[in-house]
């Protein structure tokens, strides 16, 4: 496995979830991290976790991932400090489930804004360095709905599917050069985006499925982890992550 020791990482939607997962695991791993998302304190709040528990360094940088501006000066900034940018983690995301007849236009509009325009800001601001440098890792995170469809998910399975689509073609394009990408699925984790949920219906039918079994933000986590500490030959392309349905006894 390849050290991490020293490698710059930016994590989107680092404030809860997979997202503050994975800039722990990266971070112990020996990269510095750059964390970013719209809620500062919390942000800062993992900064000081991070700090006392490792010793690399961490940024924290208050980031709008929908507005591109936000996401240019997010590397901007990075590359300032650290010199350089090693892995981006485009992980954040809104889920947003609902059924297409409750019309809920604006839920929609804000998954194809963080959930793709995000993730495409996110390559439009690291590609180029990624390329100058001929080193990098873009790790992209879809869901298992990138590759099934529910009855509530329709449009954020599009929006998945998306970043799914996005990562194959990014892979296809740069596998002759230094830069490698990831597209990472997981399937039910335990996470607060189904708090944001506004459909009655689906609220309902979540109720319904209490203590059905989950993953948590860790899972999710060792699996980027697996993939930037491959040899820098070794392109994982894609992993898909889900729980099985067997509780467990401990």
């Known amino acids: 496995m390849a050290n991490l020791k020293g490698k710059t990482a930016i994590i989107t939607g680092a404030s809860s979830g997979i997202g503050q ?9 020996g990269a510095n991290v750059v964390l970013a998302a719209r809620r500062k304190e919390r942000l800062e709040e993992l900064a000081k976790s991070i700090q006392n528990e490792t010793s690399v360094q ?7 991932v929908t507005n591109q501006k936000d996401m240019e000066n997010l590397v901007k900034e990075t590359k300032e400090t650290f010199s350089s940018v090693d892995i981006l983690v485009n992980n954040a995301g809104v889920m947003l489930l609902s059924f297409l007849k409750n019309d809920k236009v604006e839920e929609w509009e804000k998954m194809v804004d963080v959930n793709v325009k995000g993730v495409l800001f996110g390559i439009h601001s690291v590609l180029p360095t990624m390329l100058e440098q001929d080193t990098g890792h873009v790790i992209n995170v879809s869901s298992v709905a990138g590759h099934e469809v529910f ?14 689509a996005l990562s194959m073609g990014m892979e296809k394009e740069l596998s002759k050069t230094g830069v490698r990408v990831t597209n990472i699925s997981p399937g039910a984790v335990s996470t607060e985006l189904p708090e944001h949920i506004t459909d009655e219906e689906v609220i309902s039918m979540f109720e319904d499925r209490k203590g059905r079994v989950t993953l948590e933000a860790d899972d999710i986590a060792r699996s980027v982890v697996y993939a930037v500490t491959q040899p820098e030959y070794v392109n994982v392309n894609e992993v898909m992550v889900r729980p099985l349905q067997k509780k467990s006894e401990s």
């Open 21 to 29: 997962s994975i800039a722990e695991h990266l971070a112990q791993e």
């Open 58 to 64: 961490t940024k924290v940088i208050e980031t709008d």
């Open 151 to 164: 009855p509530t998910s329709s449009v954020y399975s599009a929006t998945k599917y998306a970043v799914r």
